[in-house]
């Protein structure tokens, strides 16, 4: 171990204490009510960057809640970290639920419990307390490091992208290394070197022009929930594939790391299907075919559908137009673009003739996330873990969709290593959430050696390697 990286074990204590002392602030950013906690937040992460040694700390407005950027670069030659983080949590309700109070940071068998602590607060302040470490120790980084600190993740960062956008001359940077995002198991060091991406859709398909009596016109007029029923089901094979003409044009092959990981994983395909509390179908899918489908296959659900009448009893109605909510999932090549493309144009040519489609796309989506899988920058964070953890990672992905990565790869045109310590069974968004103190220990040593490593690499070495 370095001497900062003792140094930071030894400080345990004071770390700790700024951590409850961060905990105890109440930053939910979708209840306006919570609005004083936010700037407290917000003081709270700047104060720290300047005891830190940033030269520039400031409050970037957003249109929303502010974002916290802070940069120190006067390692001429060195790479240029820009790390990511959130100041906002989640709600902590249902209140009753917790077993202490979400905003009295509660010490239990090496354990912090507290809202936000896992989510993003812990694994953001192990960034910043590495860097005030190498300040005051080393009396500088060995990298350029910026931060980028937003308030609105927990709200589906609303602003981020044209935040990122604008600033784009002052972020830009060799690599990003994310706070932010969970190992996917406690018991299984991991790196998630891919996400899937998302794109929504209403489609409302009318027959005749009012809702017909099922009596006087039953049999002859247009029943759209018929119609769309038969089309909705065109879209998908017997085995619940997609197969929308062009639907996946462009997906490229996944990592072959992360199809060995997939095969190392130990899923047990019975008990994922008992957990979600579900029949177990003939024949079991294999453990493999699951996470494939979960991680790197692209999908087309319905969620949710309606049309005519749903209240209590009967009513003997036709309805005059029924409606589906679709969300895709995508993986790495497709895009929302080509994605709606291919979906309007299907529905279309199944739209029966007496129909009318109304095909409606929700926002511009994000595209999916996959890391080059020669990236310097993950490598190096690979065997920073390796090391710190007692076992190589596994490259693994993930089927929910974080947009980040996306913006930072379309606007700074970089790669984001995900380097968050905080792990996915640790109740964030749920009551009782916390955050394990051995995480705080190995995240600490961690950064501390991962910014040391990247520091021993020249920036061209890291640049031109953006996330594909
Ligand atoms: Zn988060």
Redesign the pocket.
């Known amino acids: 171990m370095t001497g900062i990286e003792t140094a930071l074990l030894a400080d345990e204590p004071a770390i700790l204490s700024d951590l409850m002392d961060y905990c105890r602030i109440a930053s939910v950013s979708t209840d306006p009510a919570f609005a004083p906690e936010i700037a407290r937040a917000a003081d709270f992460v700047a104060e720290e960057l300047r005891r830190a040694g940033f030269p520039v700390v400031e409050r970037i407005e957003t249109g929303g809640h502010p974002a916290v950027y802070a940069e120190r670069c006067d390692v001429p030659g060195a790479p240029t970290v820009l790390v990511y983080g ?1 100041y906002d949590v989640q709600p902590p309700d249902p209140l009753e639920a917790w077993a202490s109070p979400p905003f009295e940071p509660t010490l239990l068998d090496d354990r912090l419990y507290a809202r936000g602590v896992s ?2 607060k812990a694994p953001l302040l192990i960034a910043i307390k590495v860097a005030a470490a190498f300040a005051r120790l080393r009396g500088g980084l060995p990298v350029n490091m910026k931060f980028l600190i937003e308030d609105e ?2 709200t589906g960062s609303p602003h981020f992208a044209p935040t990122v956008a604008r600033l784009r001359d002052r972020l830009a940077c060799d690599v990003v290394l994310s706070a ?2 969970a190992m996917w198991r406690a018991d299984l060091p991991s790196v998630m070197v891919a996400g899937r991406g998302l794109v929504a859709f209403e489609v409302r398909l009318s027959g005749a022009g009012k809702d017909l009596h099922s009596g006087r016109h039953g049999g002859s007029a247009p029943n759209p929930i018929r119609a769309l029923a038969r089309m909705l089901a065109a879209l998908h094979d017997d085995e619940g594939r997609v197969i929308v003409p062009g639907f996946a044009e462009g997906a490229s092959a996944p990592d072959p790391a992360i199809l060995e990981a997939i095969r190392h994983a130990d899923f047990d395909a019975a008990a994922y299907f008992a957990g979600i509390g579900a029949a177990l179908p003939d024949p079991l899918p294999d453990a493999e075919t699951l996470l494939r489908r979960q991680w790197l296959e692209p999908t087309l659900e319905f969620n949710g559908i309606s049309g005519g009448y749903g209240g209590a009893g009967t009513k003997t109605v036709i309805p005059s137009d029924a409606r589906v909510k679709i969300t895709c999932r995508l993986v790495a090549g497709q895009t929302p673009d080509r994605v709606a493309r291919a979906l309007e144009a299907e529905l279309r040519r199944l739209t029966p003739t007496g129909y009318r489609l109304e095909f409606t796309r929700h926002g511009p989506g994000s595209a999916a996330f996959a890391l080059d899988p020669a990236d310097p920058a993950l490598h190096l964070a690979e065997e920073v873990l390796g090391e710190v953890l007692g076992a190589a990672p596994l490259r693994v992905a993930m089927g929910a969709t974080i947009p980040i990565p996306d913006v930072f790869r379309r606007e700074l045109g970089v790669g984001t290593v995900f380097f968050s310590f905080s792990t996915a069974d640790e109740d ?1 968004h749920a009551p009782n959430e916390f955050f394990r103190l051995s995480s705080l220990r190995r995240g600490l040593v961690a950064w501390a050696r991962l910014l040391d490593r990247l520091g021993g690499m020249p920036a061209a070495a890291l640049r031109g390697k953006a996330g594909a």
Do not use: I, L, N, T
């Open positions: 959130h989510d993003d993740e927990e932010d995002g964030y």
